[in-house]
């Protein structure tokens, strides 16, 4: 499956954004999915995931109650809907999938199976 993170971009403290991952190839409904985040000198980090039917959700202490994933499945898209964005949000976001079809998230970068390109977000103070 290739996956094509889109939708970043350059907001203020406390403006909404949502980036959104597309996939195609493969059976898009056999993956879990995950968000990643890297911002510069930092290790990448799990942000959201979501699993194969979109019936369980996990999010990082972080980004809990600010973040909300969603996936369409007919239209093999993963949504991030980001809300109240600070500084330390700014990273590249990278989505990625897992094929895996359970109802447990996964958080660890090495569990996944394929990533895509990432899309850059910058909250500015």
């Known amino acids: 499956v290739q996956l094509q993170a889109s939708g970043g971009g350059l907001v203020q403290t406390g403006d909404s954004l949502r980036v959104s991952c597309e996939a195609s190839?493969?059976?898009?409904?056999?993956?879990?999915i995950g968000w990643f985040r890297q911002a510069p000198g930092k290790e990448r980090e799990f942000v959201a995931g979501?699993?194969?039917?979109?019936?369980?959700?996990g999010y990082a202490d972080s980004v809990k109650g600010r973040f909300t994933i969603s996936r369409d499945n007919a239209k093999k898209t993963v949504y991030l809907q980001m809300n109240s964005l600070k500084p330390e949000d700014t990273a590249v976001y990278y989505c990625?999938?897992?094929?895996?079809?359970?109802?447990?998230?996964?958080?660890?970068?090495?569990?996944?199976?394929?990533w895509g390109k990432g899309t850059l977000v910058t909250v500015s103070s």
């Open positions: 990625a999938a897992q094929f895996r079809r359970t109802w447990t998230i996964r958080s660890l970068p090495d569990e996944y199976d394929y």
């Open positions: 190839g493969g059976t898009f409904s056999n993956y879990a």
């Open positions: 979501i699993n194969y039917s979109g019936g369980s959700t």
